[in-house]
Structure formats: structure tokens, C-alpha cells
């Protein structure tokens, strides 16, 4: 342990502090209790340490390499981070509304300064999204987490529809959840309305994270054969754990040996 609860002042109106902290060559970026928000490898800073950040771009299982990418909450940016070193032919802005939390991401979890492929934006994420031009987005990733849950207007049906209207045809949003919510059924119906059915659960395999891909058309029920070759496509290409997220799409989606509906 290098140093523990290094402390970064906040703001006079708003109450979020930020620890730090550094064991077995891992930094954690917590929210002020025991909950990682964010963790970076020093000896490999674009590794996707947690397992939900990786789940995320699970949605290429399904749809083409996003052309534009939202990012509402920002952490230690490890998201926007394997982004932009990974996607090259992605637009990323960030919207966070904590501007010390982009500072430390900066100053402490190597996130690169914008450029014309990334835009971090210091402000409400709900307000950012609404001035959006509709049918332009190709993946919008909601993982706007305090240290008491998600943040309540970022989880009701009008702001999921307001996702759902933002995001191109072949679009998905991207939600990260916490399975232990109480409220985590509640979200799911209320994004499985949104997007008239057309959603995805996939668990991650620490924390009890759930990501939810809510698709803004049908996938045409993807076959187990056909998503499994597109796993080891991916996976080949990204080194991440693809052929373990269609097994596990099979925990929390209606399925049969043949195929997923959704």
C-alpha cells in the first residue's frame, strides 16, 4: 500500500470527496467509502481492470464499430481511455459533472488531454444529452455512479426515451447497473419499454455489475453459432473476454439452445 484516502477538495456546494488509493501495483479511484469507482494497472494503464468496464463494449457483439461515442460519467476514465487508444475511427466526448474528478482522472489515471477524437465536458449529463441532435449517436454509455447509486435522473423513462431518440439506427445505450440495486428491476423494465423490448443484460463476473444494452431496432434473434464467431473475431482483435460474454448473455436473457431473443 503506497497511500490510502489521499483527499481532494470539493467543491463548497456539493459534498463528493475522492480517495485514492494503490495496492499490488493497482490505483483505485473511490467516492469517499469502500467502493471502486475506477482502478488502473501502473504497469498497464489501458487495461480494463474491472470487469464491467470490459463488459461495455460487449454492444460490438451486436452492432458495427461506433462512429460517435457518449460517455455520461467519467471515473478514473478508464472507458474513454481503452476508447480512444482502441477505436481509432471513434468520436468520443465525455460528460462528467464533477470537474475535479476530471482532474484526478488526468493527474492520476492517465487519461489523455482532448484532441479531435476526444472531448471531455465539465457539466449535467442529463441537460448535455437533451441538446443533442436526435438519430446522430452510435453508443451512448451511462455509468454515472455516486457513492449512494445511480443518479435518479439519469434513470427514468424520460431520459432512457431521450437516449433511445438520440442514438442513430443501429445505436445501443449502454447502462451500467448494480444487480443489487433494489431498484435494478425497476430500471430494467423501464428500458425494456423505452426500447420496446430490445434488451440485453450482461453480468459481469465481479461486483455483481450488470450492463444493459438497450438497442434502439430488433437484432433479428442472433444465433449462439453465429455470435460465437463473432466473439473470436472480436476477441482476437481487442483482447477482451468476448466468447465468455455471449456464454454469460445466457444468464439473464430469454434464450434457447439455438439463439437469444431480444
Not at 221 to 239: D, I, K, S, V
Amino acid at each position: 500500500m503506497l497511500f490510502r484516502s489521499k483527499r481532494f477538495s470539493s467543491r463548497p456546494d456539493d459534498d463528493l470527496v475522492i480517495d485514492i488509493s494503490e495496492e499490488f501495483g493497482v490505483r483505485k479511484l473511490h467516492f469517499g467509502h469502500d467502493d471502486t469507482q475506477s482502478a488502473m494497472r501502473i504497469s498497464d494503464p489501458l487495461e480494463l481492470v474491472l470487469a464491467y468496464s470490459r463488459c461495455v463494449f460487449g454492444a460490438l457483439l451486436f452492432v458495427p464499430v461506433p462512429k460517435t461515442m457518449l460517455l455520461i460519467g467519467l471515473g478514473g476514465g478508464s472507458i474513454a481511455k481503452w476508447a480512444h487508444a482502441r477505436l481509432p475511427g471513434t468520436r468520443i466526448t465525455c460528460v462528467e459533472l464533477h470537474p475535479q474528478v476530471i482532474a484526478v482522472a488526468r493527474s492520476m489515471f492517465g487519461l489523455p488531454a482532448d484532441d479531435e477524437r476526444l472531448e471531455v465536458i465539465a457539466g449535467d449529463g442529463a441537460a448535455h444529452l437533451v441538446g443533442m441532435d436526435e438519430g446522430n449517436c452510435d453508443f451512448i454509455v451511462m455509468d454515472a455512479y455516486s457513492a449512494t447509486g445511480i443518479a435518479p435522473p439519469l434513470a427514468t423513462t424520460e431520459f432512457f426515451a431521450a437516449c433511445r431518440d438520440r442514438l442513430a439506427d443501429d445505436g445501443v445505450l449502454a447502462v451500467n447497473l448494480w444487480g443489487s440495486d433494489k431498484r435494478f428491476q425497476q430500471y430494467c423494465e423501464r428500458l425494456s419499454d423505452v426500447f420496446d423490448g430490445h434488451l440485453l443484460l450482461l453480468p459481469a463476473r465481479q461486483k455483481g455489475n450488470v450492463i444493459a444494452f438497450g438497442f434502439r431496432k430488433g437484432l433479428g434473434e442472433p444465433r449462439w453459432e453465429q455470435l460465437a464467431q463473432r466473439a473470436a473475431g472480436l476477441e482476437a482483435t481487442y483482447g477482451l473476454e468476448f466468447g465468455e460474454f455471449v456464454a454469460d448473455l445466457a444468464r439473464l436473457n430469454p434464450h434457447n439452445d439455438r439463439k437469444l431473443f431480444v
